[in-house]
């Protein structure tokens, strides 16, 4: 089956309407259709075709890793599809001006050109190609019900045209109807499975760079087993001057705790005037900072959380298209996905929140009695605030440990009484929870906060290194009319974690590094820059093309009445199959436009009754002569003009009737 002229050109538009690239969706949908009317055609040998698939497979590779680098897993898996059908465009060309309508299979397969196959094996890339398209318009969609509209569209016009004759046209409907809402049902739940992969994938699909939530922490809290943690480096800190970076970095606080959840309730984000050019933005007008940090962050998202410092007063040097913070302390801004760099200037010893309110003294009411009672244990109410701080890290540090496994809690208690009580161990979540809470029932105000832990420094990259699993947890308290950092957990452990570490750890720091100074060098080109590494990667292979193509045999098409009022073109447009073609067409047995020599040959056998076995060796030696690169013998070119002499003369010798052509 041939694929509808126009198809092709209509799904690139298509990808160009998800995508926005009308820029390069036009051109290549206006070169493709012209194939249609353009009658100058090129014989391109395998080999040459060969040649110009390595070249995709190179174009598929390049972009592969320049996505990857710059933008990293998943945003690079999906972009790559995206552009994929770019990429394949040079091979896609050769098919549309060149004269055979196949490609030999080697084209896609190295094996078969190394061994080919006894018979050679061929096939139409026009369908695929179209259907590279329709993926890469799915993978830039947002998946709205007018992306689903156009695919169904794309997808009918093909059938409509092969529909087989002998179905109804209202029987062919309803079951079309169907088939899309049964479509419909599907992609729906792939998209719901998609979101569920994107959360509960290891890191090499979830992609570097920890994702947070700034009005809701879901902790782990009550799991069961061992908490997994990932080595993925997802923060570079360099402190400037003799200084070191801060210990913790703030991403977000919440105020409000329930089941196994923390939330940052009546903490709306108020947006950040931009400073000059979007690139510097003052959090807190008036003060003065004392320290600066540059941290080297990655997100696959466009909307992440900072990792600040706490009392960071201004981000310089953040390219970002706008910047929210709440009064809990987050900040999150919208920019593209991929690396990107800030620095961050603070108050040391500081955390600039708003003053505490009701929700920083309230206690779920599950656990509100134990950790009373547990105040009451330790005499917190009768002392002074700093003094009652460093009561609580006496009692965490001496009767508690550091675990990432947890056993099944006692039955008819809350994880963290349970913790406080019995197990007495647990990871930071357990920590700072618990912290908070005594605190809050000893009548400080106190909130919960994430972050990193900032303790790895490496020599090979003159910084601080940040992995996924130096996430961390601790409670923030209101002394004395400011906010400080209050953090319980044990001190080892992140001695603990480290030791946990597979032992190929570093080799994979060497190729995040190598990935972060290429993004690095990369992001800092210009644009003339990168116009002329491309061209430089590309001019030699567009002017060796050029001289191939000026060396190839250029055949203008002649045009051939092929028997359905159309024309046949190139190579074999002269086989005589054609007046067969014209003579059974006018007894009423035509060929359809999307239907092969030999579909046609089985549909005459079914429906007319034809005795199709003179025709079917009619039909191999001219698909030899109009398809084969090698042509047909000249004994076998004899051999097709006397067959199908033959049977016209015995035919029309019968009075050409339809009855007769099942003699």
Known sequence: MKIPPFLPAAAILFWGWQTGVWSIAVPVAVIVAAAQFVPLRWEFSNALLYRVADFCTVLIALLAGYLYFTYGNPRAIVLLFE?????????????????????????????????????????????????VWLIAASAANVRSEWFYLGVTLLTAWPLVS??????????WAAAFSCAVA???????????????????????????????????SVTDIGHIGALKQSNAIVLRVTAEGPHKPPRLLYRA?????????????????????PGQRFQNWTLLPGQSPGARVMIHDYSARPDPVL?????????????????????????QIDRTPGFFTYVASFVPGRILEDPPVADDLRIPRVDRPEFSRLAAELGLGTLPTPAALEKVRDFFRQHFRYATFQERPSHGVSPTVDFIRRSRAGHCEYFATATVLLLRAAGIPSRYATGFAVQEYSSLEQAYLVRERHAHSWAIAYVNGAWRDVDTTPPDWFGIEARAAPVWTGVRDVLSWLRFQVAQAWASSDNYTLALVAIVVALPYGLWLGWRLYRTRRTAEKKVPDGRGGFSAGPGGDSEFYEIERHIGKQGWGRRPDETAMDWLRRLRADAGVESKALREIVALHYRYRFDPAGLADSDRLKLRELATAWLERHRADGGSAGRLRS
């Open 83 to 131: 552009w994929l059908p770019v990429a394949l465009l040079p091979l896609a060309l050769a098919h549309a001006y060149g004269t055979a309508e196949r490609m030999d299979l080697g084209v896609l397969f190295w094996s078969l050109r190394r061994n080919p196959p006894r018979e050679p094996l061929s096939f139409d890339p026009s369908f695929p190609y179209f259907a």
């Open 162 to 171: 092969m529909r087989p004759l002998s179905y109804r046209v209202g029987t």
């Open 182 to 216: 049964l479509g419909y049902g599907v992609q729906y739940g792939l998209r719901e499975a998609q979101l569920w992969l994107e959360g509960a994938a290891p890191d090499w699909i979830a992609g570097m760079g920890s994702r947070t939530n700034p009005y809701q």
């Open 253 to 273: 606080s919440y105020n409000v705790f329930g089941g196994a959840s923390w939330i940052a309730r009546a903490a709306p984000f108020q947006a950040v005037p």
């Open 307 to 331: 990792s600040l410092p706490g009392g960071t007063v201004e981000v310089a040097q953040l390219e970002a298209r706008a910047v929210n913070r709440n009064r809990l302390g987050a900040v």
